[in-house]
Structure formats: structure tokens, C-alpha cells
């Protein structure tokens, strides 16, 4: 993987890590857009997931909480 890919995916673990869900979104488009710029279709796919669950956990945060509780 390129090294611009694994800057963004630590830098999105980190914001996972903190539930930050805003940063989690704005960090998975620019992925997105980077893994298709590197032909990782599979990864780009996993991302656009990603990006819609940040995007549902801003939205409903108190079912997304319930739902990553350990």
C-alpha cells in the first residue's frame, strides 16, 4: 500500500479510536479518492462504507453507541 493510503487509514483509526465521527467522514473521502487515484476498487469500497456509517453515527449517535458499547 502507498504510503499516502497509510497515512490516512492510521490517521482514520486514530479518529475511530476517539469516536470522533466528523473527522472519521472528512478523512474517508479523501481515502476514497485516493485509493481509486491507486486502483484499490476493493479498498475504495470498504472506505464508501465506512464513510456511510460515520455518516449514520453522526445522525444517530445514540444507536451507534449502543451498537460499539463493549
Same mark, same amino acid.
Given at each position: 500500500?502507498? +504510503? %499516502?493510503?497509510e &497515512? ?5 483509526? =486514530?479518529?475511530? %479510536?476517539? *469516536?470522533? !465521527? +466528523?473527522? #472519521?467522514? $472528512?478523512? $474517508?473521502?479523501?481515502?476514497y &479518492?485516493?485509493?481509486?487515484a491507486e *486502483? %484499490?476498487?476493493?479498498?475504495a469500497?470498504? =472506505?464508501?462504507?465506512?464513510? !456511510?456509517? &460515520?455518516?449514520?453515527?453522526?445522525v ?5 453507541? #449502543?451498537?460499539?458499547?463493549?
Amino acid at each position: 500500500m502507498p +504510503s %499516502e493510503l497509510e &497515512a490516512l487509514i492510521d490517521a482514520i483509526n =486514530i479518529e475511530l %479510536e476517539a *469516536g470522533n !465521527w +466528523s473527522q #472519521v467522514v $472528512t478523512l $474517508t473521502t479523501a481515502l476514497y &479518492a485516493c485509493a481509486v487515484a491507486e *486502483g %484499490e476498487v476493493q479498498l475504495a469500497e470498504l =472506505i464508501q462504507d465506512l464513510h !456511510w456509517i &460515520a455518516n449514520d453515527a453522526l445522525v444517530h449517535p445514540v444507536e451507534v453507541t #449502543v451498537l460499539v458499547l463493549p
